[in-house]
């Protein structure tokens, strides 16, 4: 088991800052940084200090998200909370709704439930947040990963820039739904409703369904939906 600080292995760190150095031709210690920051560290010695000052080992389940050891409602829905957990590490303010504040959009790279992901965040109308996770993502194996300019993914969208015949060979799954800010902190809709699911690769959803509930940090896992 490798050790881990708020949920990320060195090796991750690493994976990530690999796939940056590709995208914009820096070096490899400028990517780390970028890496490290990208995740919630000042920088890479900063993650390398509290790793080396970590006694404790964690399971590759081990995340920055509390778990339970319930099964989740819905496994879709779970997978959003985890994003939203994530995202809530590095925007701790996401869910202070202000009418007058500029809407605002943005993306993460995480690591959920052990494997490189994708969060996705959009402000829109009435204090709603569009969010969107891809789960399992291998940015390398991306048609559009590594392309420049107009042609390379963005991450502005619910789902990756690629013909969905080609998700199988770098996602896993990808799902999009709506937290609500105005009228309270939560994930609209309940269970399996208002969460669409818009790629599942074959296998993931019983890998899906192993996983335990997670417990969501500062908001409600559902509530009214608004159409």
């Not at 993502?137 to 619910?158: A, I, V, W």
Request: hydrophobic share 35%; proline share 3%; aromatic share 12%.
């Amino acid at each position: 088991m490798e050790k881990k600080v708020n949920g990320h292995t060195a090796d991750y760190i690493k994976r990530i800052a690999k796939s940056i150095k590709k995208n914009q031709n820096i070096s490899h210690h400028e990517a780390l940084e970028l890496a490290s920051k990208q995740n919630g560290f000042h920088s890479w010695k900063h993650f390398q200090n509290l790793l080396n000052k970590s006694e404790t080992t964690s399971l590759v389940y081990s995340m920055e998200v509390q778990q339970s050891n319930l099964k989740p409602n819905d496994p879709y829905r779970n997978l959003l909370i985890a994003g939203l957990n994530a995202l809530l590490k590095q925007k701790k303010d996401l869910l202070q709704f202000d009418k007058d504040k500029k809407e605002e959009e943005g993306y993460i790279f995480a690591e959920l439930f052990g494997f490189q992901s994708v969060v996705i965040w959009r402000e829109i109308s009435f204090g709603e947040i569009s969010l969107a996770v891809w789960w399992k993502y291998d940015h390398s194996k991306h048609p559009y990963g590594n392309l420049t300019r107009n042609g390379q993914e963005n991450f502005r969208d619910s789902c990756p820039m690629a013909n969905k015949t080609d998700y199988k060979n770098f996602v896993g799954v990808v799902v999009h739904g709506w937290v609500e800010r105005a009228t309270g902190k939560y994930i609209q809709g309940s269970g399996g409703n208002s969460i669409i699911r818009k790629y599942v690769r074959r296998g993931e959803k019983s890998e899906l369904e192993k996983l335990p509930a997670v417990k969501p940090n500062g908001f409600q896992t559902e509530g009214k939906f608004f159409a």
